[in-house]
């Protein structure tokens, strides 16, 4: 029973505190959680947040599948060839420590305020990251199913469909989990430094006004939006590749 | 049914001196059972990969069913080496070049000599350490291969069940003769299972010997098996290291 119902007990706890930080302080700097839910619900209606909102989740969905894209293609080629590997490696320990806000600065000096160069900067801080990842679940991969699928002719493809990736599922997953929460942070940023539109470049306005309400409005959503995905997208297709276990 | 012409001058490993397999030369008739016996690191795995297509760094050359290049090859490997994610059908289906011309009936005929009916929608988890044997033993069948390889299929089995699965085998085999090449260093299950023995040095690897087995296939009991194992011992002392 007190299982089945610890999220909630957690989360009422959590906005139980809030509260009461908020009145014991009475200050504008720390609005009560009735209050920001007053100011989300007004955001909404004059059709703000969800423009604004959904101008980031689109540039998120374009950057996160170029950076899984090109992440994948590069982490398995590397994974697979040990002298490319030797190689590369420098450059991806260079790339991996470069912070994300020296990438966004150049990005934007290099390519100008685009939309396009916003895109870049996101994928550049994030590509390293899934490469090193799908990199180690490469060299994890199975020797003997390997040459199993060699000397029954699998061919490229179906060996990629149906040796290499299954076993990469897991590395996958954990590059997908980590790669939303870094490039939601990323975006932000790049919003905030070049953009006119967007989460990032709202939070910015908000903080000119000292605006903590409308500023704690927007969080709540960002934090519904993640969890909306993990539950909606990520966790059914964790249960449906892991069936046969 | 094919006839199979392995010679190799050479094969040696990355970074070793001698080498694995040296001067190596062996026919095997057309459905014709051969089974390689020799010691545990002789270098018979390495040979079996080297026949299938897995290591091409060799000097010699190997002919299965006149053809040098991608003879159908079926290989049942010392780990069953099935994919977990795949049920048994979907395990054996997968072997197919061509998706298209996969024979349903082929597949349940296969399935019911080697008793696993019931389990064709079971995921290999769910199934002992034999049956997977017997998926893999079937998946290379299935090709209808030029050249059956085994590389010894049973070594991680306890004895009843290695004798089950070894029976199954057997009887499979006589409903669909195929020629193999079957590696072990048990001599009493080479003898139980193959037309022709053929012993091996150890590195680098030779034929050392090659024999007949001279009992019909119904009359292999144990007891037949162990007396034409001590007359071997008899005949030719130069195999007993290796017995």
Partial sequence: MLSRNLPTLSILVFLGIWQGLAI?????????????????????????LPYHL???????????????????????????????????????????????????????????LTESAAILAVVLNKVPNVVVMLREGTRALDKDLLNMAKCYQFGRIKTLRHIILPQLHPFLMS?????????????????????????????HLFFQWFDIASILAYTVAFVGVIQLLEFALLKPLDNLALKWR | ????????????????????????????????????VGQSGCGKTTLLNTIAGLDANYSGAIHVANKTLNPKIGFVF???????????????????????????????????????????????????????????????????????????????????????????????????????????????????????????TSRPMRVLKEINVSIARNQRNSKNVENFREQLIQNYPELQPLL
């Fill in chain 1, 24 to 48: 014991f302080l009475h200050s504008s700097l720390l609005p009560s959680p009735e209050n920001v839910a007053h100011v989300f619900w007004q955001h909404c209606q004059s059709g703000e």
């Fill in chain 1, 54 to 112: 959904g101008v980031t989740l689109l540039r998120l969905l374009v950057s996160f599948t170029i950076s899984m894209l090109l992440g994948c293609i590069i982490g398995i080629t590397l994974g697979r060839n040990e002298k490319l590997n030797a190689f590369f490696d420098h450059w991806l320990v260079i790339f991996l420590n470069i912070p994300a806000l020296v990438t966004v600065i150049l990005c934007y000096v290099w390519f100008g």
């Fill in chain 1, 175 to 203: 590059a997908t989990r980590s790669g939303l929460a870094l490039i939601w942070k990323i975006i932000l940023m790049v919003e905030l430094l070049g953009r006119s539109n967007g989460m990032g470049y709202q939070l």
């Fill in chain 2, 1 to 36: 049914m094919t006839t199979v012409h392995i010679q190799i001058h050479e094969k040696t490993h990355h970074g070793t001196k001698i080498p694995t397999i040296e001067n190596f030369e062996l026919t095997l008739n057309a459905g014709e059972f051969v089974c390689l």
């Fill in chain 2, 78 to 200: 010392q780990r069953p080496c099935l994919l977990p994610w795949r049920t048994v059908r979907e395990n054996i289906e997968l072997v197919f070049v061509n998706q298209k011309v996969i024979s349903k009936t082929h597949i349940d005929e296969l399935l019911a000599l080697m008793q696993l009916t019931a389990y064709e929608n079971a995921y290999p988890k769910q199934l002992s350490e034999g049956m997977c044997r017997r998926v893999s033993i079937i998946r290379a069948f299935a090709i209808n291969p030029d050249l059956l390889l085994m590389d010894e299929p049973f070594v991680s089995l306890d004895a009843p069940m290695a004798r089950e699965v070894s029976e199954l085998l057997q009887h499979l085999w006589q409903k669909r003769p195929h020629t193999v090449l079957f590696v072990t260093h048990d001599l009493r299950e080479a003898i139980a299972l193959a037309d022709k023995l053929v012993f091996l």
